[in-house]
């Protein structure tokens, strides 16, 4: 591997010498692929990036498979969320599937009732009293199952009072038609009124921005709603979805921070009429405290962003989502005002919700800046304090002193009354 990469660094010497004197250029020979697996992992990050794995999609959905589920049963006991949650394709299949089934359930039992009191050996016999006249066969039974439990009613087939089994059918089928129509027909409403579409309409910005805002460094991004419905009641929030690693060890994938986006100061209720721009203060408790720019790009991290409310128009709630991995955080850069003032009226232009413009930030994280805002602050600091010492230190002198000269007069009291006595 070692003679490779020399070979390979000689040859691009060669070439770019000769690219210097002459515009002929020497293609670069590929290397083997055994010796191309072999490279070490360092060299491989530099000549490739590694592709950042999402855990949610621009579209908002989530990509995690769940796997080796042996629980099945419970999502038979949940039947009804089972056949909201699945695809309309399947949906409408089984929606059919299940009337039908069951109209060819009760037309067999009618058609089993008819041959079992020998209905069908006296077709058009007029003494005999049948237990549901005119159904001479399978098909005849199985439309009368259709009238029964849609209650169409077409009068040409029609129960007698002398068939006690068939009017207890008939009362079976009725309920448990009505039931049948409940259940599907909430399943396909609930289906048709889900507020996923409602959704779509919610946009948020393709990148986010770190700049600064009000002499502080903030993580911003843009969220809109495309409809003149609001979104009732909505909020915004957002997680840090960061692998980390315990102070024990243990190895915690996927980990989830949350990112402060105005919970304690109420600006994560959001009155969504127009484009907001959504800001996190990056401070102590921010998890991109220490995280500079020529850190961000290192670092693999995904910001993930849920804005929720109710749909005006249903009451239902709504969610939408969207993320953002380090390669779409540009450090240094703004969003591009979208709302202009017209004559009597705000309007928005859409076209620049998206876009961004370069502006003067600092290249240091928030804590190198705290700290080098401190480190102006200090020489202030020190000359009051050496100032407060040296005075200090003066009066502890002066007091020695003081005291110095009091035993020394003391002293020559005491001598003189001594000599005195004597």
Known sequence: VCLFLMAANVLEEDSMEQDIESPVTIHQPKLPKQAREDLP?????????RKIQRYVRKDGKCNVHHGNVRETYRYLTDIFTTLVDLKWRFNLLIFVMV???????????????AYMRGDMDHIGDSTWTPCVSNLNGFVSAFLFSIE???TIGYGYRVITDKCPEGIILLLVQSVLGSIVNAFMVGCMFV????????AETLVFSTNAVISMRDGKLCL???VGDLRNSHIVEASIRAKLIKSKQTKEGEFIPLNQTDINVGYYTGDDRLFLVSPLIISHEINQQSPFWEISKAQLPKEELEIVVILEGMVEATGMTCQARSSYITSEILWGYRFTPVLTLEDGFYEVDYNSFHETYETNTPVYSAKELAEMASRAELPLTWSVSSKLDQHA?????EEEKNLEDQNERNGDVANLENESKV
């Open 148 to 150: 029964t439990e849609t």
């Open 41 to 49: 992992k360092n060299i491989n990050k530099e000549c490739a990036k």
């Open 191 to 198: 289906k048709i009124s889900q507020p996923k579409k409602r």
């Open 99 to 113: 009337y039908t089934v069951t109209w060819l359930f009760f037309g067999m039992i009618w058609w089993l009732i």
């Open 393 to 397: 230190e003066l009066e502890t002198e």
């Open 220 to 222: 911003m991004f843009r």
